[in-house]
């Protein structure tokens, strides 16, 4: 079965940086589009960075509230996913969900889902 183990989070200061990983298990990662997601207390879920299955390009996608300082990137030989967070904010505090979707070449695509790491940015 598809497991997605979260590992990183934890409290930084305003201006500080994180790297979280989410190791992947049970799936043929290439053929998933994956990546990161986030939930305030309060809020919605939201997308952070996605990066897409190999064969349909691998392109990446990065909510407007991270570009130029959140970097995505996946390892298709360990199966692992990474999220490089800089210049981190108040409003960056939230639980981190890594996020897997496929296989692509099915119609029915099913979403995966880690257990979440928390994120705190405070002084």
């Known amino acids: 079965q598809v497991q997605l183990v979260e590992s990183g989070g934890g409290l930084v200061q305003p201006g500080g940086s994180l790297r979280l990983s989410c190791a992947a298990s049970?799936?043929?990662?290439?053929?998933?589009?994956v990546g990161w997601y986030r939930q305030a207390p309060g809020e919605q879920r939201e997308l952070v960075a996605t990066?897409?299955?190999?064969?349909?390009?691998?392109?990446?996608n990065f909510a407007d509230s991270v570009k130029g300082r959140f970097t995505i990137s996946r390892d298709n030989v360990k199966n692992t996913l990474s999220l490089q967070m800089n210049s981190l904010k108040p409003e960056d505090t939230a639980v981190y969900y890594c996020?897997?979707?496929?296989?692509?070449?099915?119609?029915?695509?099913?979403?995966?889902w880690g257990q979440g790491t928390q994120v705190t940015v405070s002084s």
């Open positions: 996020w897997g979707n496929g296989p692509w070449y099915l119609p029915s695509k099913r979403d995966y």
């Open positions: 049970g799936m043929t990662f290439p053929q998933y589009a």
């Open positions: 990066i897409a299955a190999v064969a349909t390009g691998g392109n990446m």
